[in-house]
Nanobody, 127 residues
Framework: QVQLVESGGGLVQAGGSLRLSCVASGRTFSRYGMGWFRQAPGKEREFAAAINWIGSSTYYADSVKGRFTISRDNAKNTVYLQMNSLKPEDTAVYYC????????????????????WGQGTQVTVSS
């Protein structure tokens, strides 16, 4: 049974920073790419960032590129999302997910590529 537990969300002012963490268990974490998605009220879940199994390749949505950084520590079974220069439009529930197939995906922005999801952590950015 794969479990993903996110933490690090909270309330922050515009221009501030947060770092989200996601701890994985129940799978050989180091063999799978990981992603972060977000979902704002009344909107569909959208892709934010992805990273391959060893952390050598990353991919970002245009909306977060240059402000967010995804990274991973395979020794700790943890993936991170460092979020800087936050904007009110970044307000959402943030979810981490592990890819369904080993190593990486050719379409890391698609929710269909992910097999397991965390419960989410709320990020609220005030103006």
């Amino acid at each position: 049974q794969v479990q993903l537990v996110e933490s690090g969300g909270g309330l922050v002012q515009a221009g501030g920073s947060l770092r989200l963490s996601c701890v994985a268990s129940g799978r050989t974490f180091s063999r799978y790419g990981m992603g972060w998605f977000r979902q704002a009220p009344g909107k569909e879940r959208e892709f934010a960032a992805a990273i391959n199994w060893i952390g050598s390749s990353t991919y970002y949505a245009d909306s977060v590129k240059g402000r967010f950084t995804i990274s991973r520590d395979n020794a700790k079974n943890t993936v991170y999302l460092q979020m800087n220069s936050l904007k009110p439009e970044d307000t959402a529930v943030y979810y981490c997910a592990v890819m369904a197939r080993a190593f990486y995906s050719s379409s890391p922005e698609s929710t269909n590529e992910y097999g397991y999801w965390g419960q989410g952590t709320q990020v609220t950015v005030s103006s």
